[in-house]
């Protein structure tokens, strides 16, 4: 069936450090989309990527669409404390489907101030 | 508040119990979604609805499952005859149709002793 591989699972940084990870699809998507959770919390959209080779950015996040549409990632520059939490991608579109997210297992970052 | 609100927000339950959940959309979304998460993953998808049109299911959705959202509005998912296997956090979210990004209520965590 339709997977997304989202790599790492943990990262530890040191507050000022850059960080990113990755998404993969074993299919074709029509948009991802990335959500960040924070602990206790709940997911919270941050942005969709819809053609290939898009290029997002929010502020210190820049968010990349590959160009095959198979594979995405997201880069937080001088990451902060507040970026504390696990950030998943979510693959939408498979087989036509208008409703069904597949999501990432996440990547659990951790910020040491 | 007028985002997305579930209730409730915890509940533990005997094996064998039936359980209802319930889930209020931001008010003008016509599309609401299912989705069910456990630790270290991410939410899985259920079911979603677009009004009152219940318009796709997982195919990992047991029969002992079942969702409606009879007016198009509030949403409820029952959980009969309840396994330890169920307890998890589950996820409402809503959307407006054609927009694909989707938000999230608090969840209801269950857990089935």
């Known amino acids: 069936g339709q997977q997304v591989m989202q790599i790492p699972q943990y990262q530890h940084v040191q507050e000022g450090e850059d960080f990113t990870t990755y998404c993969n699809s074993s299919t074709t998507l029509s948009n991802i989309q990335w959500y960040k959770q924070r602990p206790g919390g709940h997911p919270v959209f941050l942005i969709q990527?819809?053609?290939?080779?898009e290029v997002k950015k929010q502020k210190r996040l820049t968010f990349q669409f590959g160009e095959a549409k198979k594979n995405s990632s997201l880069h937080i520059t001088a990451t902060q404390t507040t970026d504390v939490g696990t950030y998943f991608c979510?693959?939408?579109?498979?087989?036509?489907?208008?409703?069904?997210?597949?999501f990432g297992k996440g990547t659990k970052l951790s910020v040491k101030p | 508040d007028t985002g997305v609100s579930q209730d409730p927000r915890h509940k533990i339950t005997k094996r064998g119990q039936n359980v209802t959940f319930r889930c209020d959309p931001i008010?003008?979304?016509?599309?609401l979604y299912w989705y069910r998460q456990t630790l270290g993953q991410g939410p899985e998808f259920l079911t979603y609805f677009q009004n009152e049109a219940q318009l796709e299911k997982s195919r990992l959705l047991s029969d002992r499952f079942s969702a409606e959202r009879p007016k198009g509005s509030f949403s409820t998912l029952e959980i009969q005859r309840t396994e330890q296997g169920d307890s998890a956090m589950y996820l409402c979210?809503?959307?407006?149709?054609?927009?694909?990004?989707?938000?999230f209520g608090p969840g209801t965590r269950l857990l089935v002793l």
């Open positions: 990527l819809v053609k290939s080779g």
């Open positions: 979510a693959g939408g579109g498979y087989g036509g489907s208008q409703g069904n997210l597949i």
């Open positions: 979210a809503s959307s407006l149709y054609g927009a694909q990004d989707q938000y």
């Open positions: 008010s003008e979304h016509n599309r």
